[in-house]
Every structure is written in structure tokens, then in C-alpha cells.
């Protein structure tokens, strides 16, 4: 069991001290333990899954689906790795991967510019991660693909040359116990919806966050659900 003995709250929280209770492990599991999470809306249930599931796809966006399909389960399109990518100040900043199309790292032998190393020395897998276009929320165009650093369009790349600049995120938990994203690049938007319309298959956005915080509303929360939790109805989940 996850309990907040395990960590100071403090690496867990942007906007105030925000206790981690028994149902939050799945929080935990994704902040901390980089394990594959779905992100459940909290609006109504659909959860997020990369428009394009193949490993091949880098100009693709994010949809949020009602229905988990065979298919979708089968490629691992549902789940999520939240995945630590270092600090902006005194916040974390965090990558939101995909599980869906993930690959090894070429052999030793090989050159594979997208290929890191873990704390342990291993190879990490390749993902592919959300990355926010440079004019979103302007944009009118998709804000948001799913592609690895190298291999998404210059507009998805940050403007000083790093293109890891707009695959940034601050992931901040609220006092409700789901979590909201806030690209490093737009403090002032957050992931949303187009038209801010959360329906079946809604194409994901970066919205103007009109709350002027890093909570945001209730429209842009998302509960991370460990698999084996899907089918746990929330109010037996949150009580």
C-alpha cells in the first residue's frame, strides 16, 4: 500500500500542501514509481489514448476515448509513463510518454540519438511524448502530438533549440485528488479540449486556463487509474 510516509508531499504538489491519501496510489505510482497510469477524465470517464497508436506516428495528437477497445488495450494506447524530466525552480517538470509504440534503444553498436540511460545504466525505452506546438494556444491548428524529440515538426520543437523545451509538463495534484497539466512553455494555458467540448473522441488542446492557477477546473483534471482499477466505480475509489 501507497501511504504518504513514503514521501514528503512536498515533491508532489505545485499549488499547496494537498495530503496523499490511501486512494491516491496510483498518484504515487506514476510521480514516483514512473508506472503506466490511464488518465481518466473527470468529467465523464473517457480516458486519454494517443490519436495514432503505431511507434511510427510523430504528427498525430491526443484523443479521449470512452471505450476501451481491444485494439487500444492490446498496443497499451491507454496507459500513460509520467515521466521525471527535471525542475523549473522549485517545480517539478515532468514528460507525459505514451505506452503505446514503445521501442527499445538500438543495439550498443548503433547511434541512437534518441537513446538514454537510466539511473541503473540501463537503456530506456524510446516513447513518444505530448508535446505542445510553439503558438498553442493561439493556434488554430492541433496544439498538442505524440512524437519523439527528433522526429516532430519544427513548430513542435522549442524555440532554443531543445526540443525537449515543449514536451515539458508541470503536473500538479489537486485538493479532489486527480492531477492537471500546464506546459512549461504556456504557463498560462493547460490541457484541455477543443471547443472545450469533453465528448467521445474529443481532440485535445491547450486552453487558456481561465482559473489563473495550477489547479484549473474541474473540466481539465484527469484521475490517474492504475489498470487493475478501470472498472472500480469512482465513488468506490474515492471513499
Known amino acids: 500500500m501507497y501511504t504518504q510516509e513514503r514521501t514528503a508531499t512536498a515533491n508532489l504538489v505545485v499549488g499547496g500542501p ?16 514512473n508506472r503506466p497510469v490511464m488518465l481518466v477524465h473527470a468529467f465523464n470517464g473517457g480516458y486519454l489514448r494517443p490519436t495514432e497508436l503505431k511507434d511510427s506516428s510523430h ?8 471505450a476501451l477497445d481491444p485494439a487500444t488495450k492490446e498496443a497499451k494506447g491507454h496507459l500513460w509513463h509520467i515521466t ?4 523549473f525552480g522549485q517545480r517539478p517538470l515532468y514528460y507525459l510518454e505514451s505506452a503505446a509504440g514503445e521501442a527499445l534503444p538500438a543495439p550498443a553498436g548503433g547511434a ?3 537513446a538514454g540511460r537510466g539511473d541503473d545504466g540501463a537503456p530506456k525505452p524510446r516513447r513518444r511524448r505530448v508535446t505542445a506546438h510553439q503558438d498553442a494556444p493561439q493556434a488554430t491548428a ?3 502530438q505524440v512524437g519523439l524529440p527528433g522526429k516532430v515538426a519544427d513548430k513542435w520543437r522549442g524555440k532554443n533549440g531543445a526540443p525537449e523545451d515543449t514536451q515539458l509538463w508541470i503536473v500538479t495534484v489537486t485538493p479532489w485528488g486527480g492531477i492537471t ?19 467521445a473522441n474529443s481532440e485535445v488542446r491547450l486552453t487558456y486556463n481561465w482559473g489563473g492557477d495550477f489547479t484549473g477546473t474541474v473540466i481539465n483534471t ?3 487509474r492504475l489498470p487493475s482499477e478501470w472498472n472500480v466505480p469512482y465513488h468506490h475509489v474515492f471513499t
Open 18 to 33: 494537498v495530503a496523499v491519501n490511501s486512494y491516491d496510489n496510483a498518484i504515487v505510482a506514476a510521480l514516483l514509481e
Open 59 to 66: 504528427d498525430k495528437g491526443v484523443q479521449l476515448s470512452t
Open 84 to 87: 521525471p524530466g527535471g525542475f
Open 112 to 114: 541512437d540519438p534518441e
Open 142 to 144: 492541433d496544439s498538442v
Open 181 to 199: 497539466f500546464v506546459p512549461v512553455t504556456h504557463p498560462d494555458a493547460i490541457l484541455g479540449f477543443k471547443d472545450h467540448a469533453v465528448t
Open 222 to 224: 484527469f484521475y490517474p
